[in-house]
């Protein structure tokens, strides 16, 4: 690793005895017992994420009432049945990341290998090839740590980082996820993953979350007309050397799925609010494709406009 790239790159934290003191020992025996369970044949996993949603629904109740809100706004035009039953799907999912993320985390590579795929790889290999990065804008669906693992296999990718507040987390949290990886990034530091990009490498950005008024306009998602949108992924597209394309993490029948999709060309879109509103447009197109795999327990919709400053959540 080049010193441009260290200088860019979030330093790796390191083990260190206070790790061993008696404040750390719940987060030792849970890590221990969740290492035991993923052990364990896959089928049988996923019996257990039946049991973490059933805990869900009784210890996360703000959660499961935000990601209840979210299905209602984005689809009014759903039957309350649909909606019901893609929100009650969604529980059992949200149950399974626990899992899934350790997974991402901890199994070897021919367990990741055993149950998952990659579509569309093509595509980031050929614009590899070019010279170019790939700005990967992922959907953040609930398996999204795994998926990170699966794509990191296949080509060591690069990502933004946030740190956790316990040192411990912060440790664990840090080599799962970079296990596959080539590097992490400073959530702050934009210039890191533009030279990343330049330098022709696979950058992953979340381009669907919420995060404040501050860098981000207002256009629809789905049934909500004023939607915050980060214009951080159209600085990114305008000032890297890159092409950007979508990455959905989904399941299927034998496990989990990896798609990719083509290129898209129209976030060089010289009117911000048409580029960003044809975004949110293709993510809810991919996101429709399996909606019960989405984090909905996200308050996607937080942040309002000052014409319309009353929360959704109430």
Not at 17 to 45: D, E, H, N
Not at 168 to 192: C, E, V
Not at 270 to 291: H, M, R, S
Request: aromatic content about 12%; overall charge positive.
């Amino acid at each position: 690793m080049s010193n441009s790239t260290k200088t860019s790159s979030v330093q790796a934290p390191q083990f260190t005895f206070s790790f061993l003191l008696p404040k750390y020992w719940g987060i030792w025996l849970g890590a221990f017992v969740l290492y035991l369970l993923i052990c364990l044949p896959y089928p049988i996993i996923k019996k257990m994420g039946t049991g973490v949603a059933f805990l869900l629904k009784r210890l996360a109740k703000k959660r499961i009432s935000v990601a209840k809100q979210n299905i209602d706004l984005c689809y009014p035009q759903w039957s309350e049945e649909k909606r019901q039953s893609v929100f009650e799907e969604n529980i059992y999912r949200t149950g399974m990341a626990l899992f899934e993320t350790a997974m991402g985390w901890w199994w070897p590579t021919w367990r990741i290998n055993r149950i998952s795929k990659i579509e569309g790889f093509e595509h980031i290999d050929s614009i590899l090839k070019s010279g170019k990065g790939v700005f990967g804008l992922a959907l953040h669906n609930v398996n999204l740590e795994l998926a990170c693992r699966v794509i990191g296999i296949r080509h060591p990718s690069i990502a933004f980082y946030r740190k956790h507040n316990n040192p411990l987390m912060d440790y664990l949290q840090y080599h799962g996820r970079n296990r596959s990886n080539k590097y992490m990034i400073h959530k702050r530091n934009a210039k890191g993953l533009i030279k990343a990009m330049d330098q022709g490498e696979l950058c992953l950005y979340l381009p669907d979350q919420d995060y404040g008024k501050a860098q981000s306009i207002f256009v629809p998602f789905g049934g909500v007309e004023k939607t915050a949108t980060t214009t951080g992924t159209l600085m990114f597209a305008a000032r890297a050397n890159c092409v950007p394309l979508l990455i959905s993490p989904q399941y299927s029948d034998s496990g989990y799925l990896l798609k990719i999709y083509p290129p898209i060309s129209y976030l060089a879109d010289t009117i911000p609010e048409q580029a960003l509103t044809k975004l949110n447009q293709d993510l809810l197109t991919c996101i429709n494709e399996q909606p019960e795999s989405y984090l909905w327990m996200h308050k996607r919709f937080k942040t309002r406009p000052e014409s319309e400053p009353e929360s959704l959540y109430q």
